[in-house]
């Protein structure tokens, strides 16, 4: 097929009267129209199509057969205006021989695609005559969707509700969205300058950016009641810093909320220490005169009167013990030790325990422990000894007739190779029972069966819930059976370690000879403490265990005692004037390593009973602790093992 196309020269070209060779050839304009990026299409007068290119091919459907086809049939009309006001742009520029453009309008492709074009008609002439157009379509969809995804991104900073700002390298702001200008406009109110609300250091901080290519911040800026952090971000092709700025006053009051919440429980803390140290203290004036009273010449009445004020002060004590529990239950610092515990032994020291209170209330107290329970496991002593005891005894207090009994057995899903052996514990009573509403509020603080039992039997509320976060730092559970005026049943299972078998050697009679002998020698001991009861006590209990027993109201009175005299042992109390019992210990381990002389025992003796004060004793350099109030058992215990292990220690070097 032939087509006519004009061949117009081009501006400022030859005139047709010159050489010709410069004229386009029809294969010259082919490879011209197939080059274009435009959809080209060629019609004659009737505006049938005789021609399309590549591209005008890939915008209809590379599947669609175009040549023959009118135009307005192929665009469904869509470049004809039927409106009486407007006339056909291709037949205007076929009838008129005018250039005629159709602003953009949407098109659907056969395939259902919706398409954004804009054509121009440009008529075809030969010799005076119109022979058809060149219609030229252009596809602008992806331009739109490029002005719209421009756009969009543009909306997302303008539209941001936190403000966001550009600036050159200079400093200079080039950009600040909606919520910028609405921010430096208040400002500017309130403090003069619209660049109140970025950091005074603003310029070194874009300078900082821009050097190391690197965002910096974010910088905290209080705004009046607000306060805003701004981070920068560099873009360092074209040498400008972007900032955003985010609302942070909702953080920075859950910060400062945060920081008064630990600094009152810190304080709470330190309260509860001190008053825990402070109650302790008279407690163990009570409990050792009233022991000490207890081996005098009495008549049955004082004797009935001095266990009472014993029974008294011991249940005083047991109640800042779960005091303290709670609290550190509270702060989430309760912790577990591990140890050799001796089952069998810790069951018979509560039963020990719990005998005088079931004997005045006519109980029986019986055990079991199956014969698969190992002898011999690693765990904590004190918290086992705790629960059992909690739970014992709260079974004793709600119980009027008959007894209590204690079963202990190995888990069957135990595996004796297992990491640890679950341990399984019963209680069961013959008391007054609950109901299942009880029930369900019991393991809760301060709660107890109903309103009546505090005022009935007495106690807090606490054990049990200490009792169940114990048994669950042990990996266990624990649970309740009752039934109303036919007693309850606690159940609790502890994950323990197996114990570690030691090769133990019998010792000779030699090696016995050494403690025997201390434990018969008078001991020369000093006790530090600056309550004049307190000293009293422990001299007391000392005298009777044969010790001869002088006193220091102070470290540094027990440093000058020391230099003057030798000591067997130092009990040592840990709060006192002029200086403490820790400064006092490490005084006087610095001066034994100076003169390399032999390790003086010291005991302390603290009215603080946590594990992190132990801690911080044996850090001081004391041997062992001892928690006020003291017994006569306990100084004995530990004078013993002391004692013992210097004199080792000696014929060792020796």
């Given at each position: 097929m032939t087509i006519?196309?004009?061949?117009?020269?081009?501006?400022?070209?030859?005139?047709?009267?010159?050489?010709?060779?410069?004229?386009?050839?029809?294969?010259?304009?082919?490879?011209?129209?197939?080059?274009?990026?435009?959809?080209?299409?060629?019609?004659?007068?009737?505006?049938?199509?005789?021609?399309?290119?590549?591209?005008?091919?890939q915008l209809i459907g590379k599947n669609q057969d175009a040549i023959g086809l009118n135009l307005h049939e192929l665009f469904h009309c869509a470049t004809s205006r039927r409106e009486a006001t407007d006339a056909c742009p291709l037949e205007t520029a076929i009838a008129r021989g005018e250039v005629t453009t159709l602003p953009p309008f949407q098109w659907?492709?056969?395939?259902?695609?919706?398409?954004?074009?804009?054509?121009?008609?440009?008529?075809?002439?030969?010799?005076?005559?119109?022979?058809?157009?060149l219609v030229v379509i252009q596809d602008l969809t992806v331009e739109q969707d490029l002005q719209r995804d421009l756009q969009r991104v543009a909306r997302l900073a303008e539209d941001a509700p936190t403000p966001i700002a550009e600036f050159d390298e200079n400093g200079a702001m080039l950009y600040a969205n909606t919520a910028a200008i609405e921010l430096m406009n208040m400002m500017s109110h309130h403090q003069g300058s619209v660049l109140s609300v970025f950091p005074p250091q603003l310029e070194a901080i874009i300078s900082q950016c821009l050097k190391t290519h690197q965002p910096s911040g974010p910088y905290e800026?209080?705004?009046?009641?607000?306060?805003?952090?701004?981070?920068?971000?560099?873009?360092?092709?074209?040498?400008?810093v972007r900032t955003y700025g985010v609302d942070i006053t909702a953080n920075i009051e859950l910060r400062m909320a945060k920081e008064k919440a630990e600094e009152a429980a810190k304080a709470k803390g330190l309260f509860l220490a001190t008053m825990s140290h402070e109650l302790r203290t008279p407690m163990n004036g009570v409990l050792g005169c009233t022991k000490l009273l207890q081996d005098t010449v009495l008549t049955d009445q004082q004797q009935e009167l001095l266990a009472t004020m014993q029974r008294s002060t011991e249940a005083l004590l047991a109640l800042v013990n779960d005091i303290l529990d709670f609290s550190k239950i509270e702060a989430g610092k309760m912790t577990l030790e591990v140890a050799d515990v001796d089952l069998r032994s810790l069951v018979k020291?509560?039963?020990?325990?719990?005998?005088?209170?079931?004997?005045?209330?006519?109980?029986?107290?019986?055990?079991?422990?199956?014969?698969?329970?190992?002898?011999?496991?690693?765990?904590?002593?004190?918290?086992?000894?705790?629960?059992?005891?909690?739970?014992?005894?709260?079974?004793?207090?709600?119980?009027?007739?008959?007894?209590?009994?204690?079963?202990?057995?190995?888990?069957?899903?135990?595996?004796?190779e297992a990491e640890h052996l679950t341990i399984r514990w019963t209680v069961k009573d013959t008391g007054i029972g609950m109901t299942k509403q009880q029930m369900d509020r019991l393991f809760q603080a301060y709660v107890q069966a109903d309103a009546s039992t505090a005022r009935r039997f007495g106690g807090t509320g606490l054990g049990l819930m200490i009792c169940r976060q114990l048994v669950t730092l042990m990996g266990g559970t624990i649970s309740v059976e009752s039934t109303p005026g036919a007693g309850s049943t606690f159940t609790y299972t502890t994950n323990l370690l197996p114990a570690i078998h030691r090769t133990v050697s019998t010792p000779?009679?030699?090696?016995?000879?050494?403690?025997?002998?201390?434990?018969s020698l008078p001991r020369r001991v000093l006790v530090v403490d600056d309550n004049e009861i307190?000293?009293?006590?422990?001299?007391?209990?000392?005298?009777?265990?044969?010790?001869?027993?002088?006193?220091?109201?102070?470290?540094?009175?027990?440093?000058?005692?020391?230099?003057?005299?030798?000591?067997d042992a130092v009990f040592m109390d840990c709060e006192m004037p002029v200086m403490d019992g820790y400064e006092a210990a490490r005084s006087i381990r610095k001066k034994e390593n100076e003169q390399k002389s032999p390790r003086l025992p010291i005991i302390a003796m603290t009215g603080n009973a946590s594990i992190e004060d132990a801690r911080r004793c044996r850090e001081a350099g004391m041997d062992d602790v001892i928690t006020k109030p003291v017994s006569l058992t306990s100084l004995q215990a530990a004078l013993d093992s002391l004692l013992h292990t210097a004199s080792r220690r000696r014929e060792m070097i020796a």
């Open positions: 006519s196309l004009p061949l117009t020269p081009f501006p400022g070209g030859p005139s047709p009267h010159q050489s010709q060779t410069w004229l386009p050839t029809h294969h010259d304009l082919f490879l011209a129209m197939d080059a274009s990026r435009d959809a080209l299409f060629v019609t004659n007068q009737e505006g049938s199509i005789l021609f399309l290119n590549p591209v005008a091919q659907i492709r056969p395939d259902g695609v919706p398409l954004l074009l804009a054509a121009t008609y440009w008529p075809r002439q030969k010799g005076t005559l119109v022979a058809g157009a800026q209080p705004l009046g009641d607000a306060v805003l952090a701004w981070s920068f971000f560099p873009i360092s092709e074209l040498r400008l020291d509560v039963i020990m325990l719990v005998s005088e209170l079931a004997r005045q209330k006519g109980l029986t107290v019986t055990t079991e422990i199956h014969e698969n329970v190992p002898p011999l496991f690693r765990g904590d002593p004190v918290r086992l000894r705790q629960i059992l005891f909690n739970l014992v005894g709260n079974a004793i207090k709600f119980t009027e007739r008959g007894g209590v009994g204690i079963t202990v057995s190995l888990d069957p899903a135990s595996s004796p000779s009679d030699s090696d016995s000879t050494p403690h025997t002998a201390i434990s307190n000293q009293v006590v422990a001299c007391k209990f000392l005298q009777k265990l044969g010790c001869q027993v002088e006193v220091a109201s102070n470290g540094a009175d027990a440093i000058e005692s020391l230099a003057r005299t030798a000591y």
